[in-house]
């Protein structure tokens, strides 16, 4: 089966620009997530929907990230406007269904530079 | 909360020889744990997965880990190193989010380097 699919897989910006990122999941995987990886640390969630709603969002700093999932597949990422804290690997994954004990397959990510 | 410690930031073996990366996690109630691994510049790849079934796992590429409720560990090993082994490895508990759906809680992980 094809796996998580990410674009692009290197952006580099100036702060307070503008960056999307694009997630298209496994298919007919309902829970889709997004992650920000730190270099040196493990990912950490920012948000998780399940279908095209969104069930925890508690760690997205909504006032520069936003994200949706229209349709139920695909989903994008927006940061505006980015700061220098913002340089990282955003990593997109996905599962079956969102119960505990299910397996997350992840995307290769896109790696964020921050100027 | 779930949580997990990696004790081990950086572990280096000689290929050929055993490799043991350490974990204890933090949970309130029966977790479900994973292993993943990283290789530069990749995504994260499942190792494998307890889920309350057999205390010893089997995962992919020879790795295995062992579930031991009594010491809240969760140490990832392989017999023999080689050298595409080496990568890094996170290990993770599912907590369940304020949805109550599952959501992964990483470790900071262990950097694996293989020498010849």
């Known amino acids: 089966e094809a796996g998580v699919a990410q674009s692009p897989r290197y952006k580099i910006i100036e702060k307070r620009q503008s960056v999307a990122f694009w997630c298209n999941p496994i298919?007919?995987?309902?829970?889709l997530y997004w992650y920000q990886q730190i270099l040196g640390q493990g990912p950490k969630l920012l948000i998780q929907?399940?279908?095209?709603?969104?069930?925890?969002d508690s760690q997205l700093p909504k006032d520069r990230f936003s994200a949706e999932r229209l349709k139920g597949v695909d989903s994008t990422l927006k940061i505006q406007p980015a700061k220098l804290e913002d340089s990282a690997v955003y990593l997109c994954a996905s599962s079956l269904v969102g119960g505990q004990g299910q397996p997350q397959h992840f995307g290769d990510g896109t790696r964020l530079s921050i100027l | 909360a779930q949580s997990v410690t990696q004790l081990d930031s950086h572990v280096s073996v000689s290929e050929g020889t055993p490799v043991l990366l350490r974990c204890n996690y933090s949970s309130s109630y029966s977790p479900s744990l994973f292993w993943y691994v990283q290789h530069p510049n990749k995504g994260l790849q499942l190792l494998l997965k307890?889920?309350?079934?057999?205390?010893l796992v089997k995962g992919i590429n020879g790795f295995e880990a062992e579930f031991k409720k009594s010491e809240t560990s969760f140490h990832l090993t392989k017999p023999s190193a080689h050298m595409s082994d080496a990568a890094e490895y996170f290990c993770?508990?599912?907590?369940?989010?304020?949805?109550?759906?599952?959501?992964?809680?990483f470790g900071a992980g262990t950097r694996l380097a293989v020498h010849p």
């Open positions: 298919s007919g995987h309902a829970t």
């Open positions: 307890y889920t309350s079934a057999a205390t």
């Open positions: 929907f399940q279908n095209n709603g969104v069930v925890d």
């Open positions: 993770v508990v599912s907590d369940r989010s304020s949805g109550g759906y599952n959501k992964l809680i």
